[in-house]
């Protein structure tokens, strides 16, 4: 990691997402409401309409000078990002069409539907 990490404070590595599928029934919009009550998880839908889990949790490796402590050894995540895309700290652009920090965003967006 570069010097560019400065920027957005290395979001790449203060975070995990995990894609999940669209929720289509009351229970999969249940297990949505679980993972919001859980401190530093959010829930967002991208711009491809991807559903996502967001765990707001920094890597073990980064140092405080935003370069991997362990760069040798880093995962093959790692070693893509960002790949041919842009990284997150670069634009001021969301990533994303919605964004959920709790149910009572998520509920709200429910109630747009």
Known sequence: MTNRCKKCDAYCCRHVAIGIDTPSCEEDFDHIRWYLRHKN?????????????????????????????????????CKDYPGEDMCEGETDEPSYTELFKNVGEFEEYLGRL
């Open 41 to 77: 998880i959010w829930v967002s839908i991208d711009f491809d309409g991807n559903w996502i889990v967001e765990f707001k949790t920094p890597c073990r490796s980064i140092a405080a000078d935003y370069k991997c402590a362990d760069y040798k050894n880093r995962p093959q995540i």
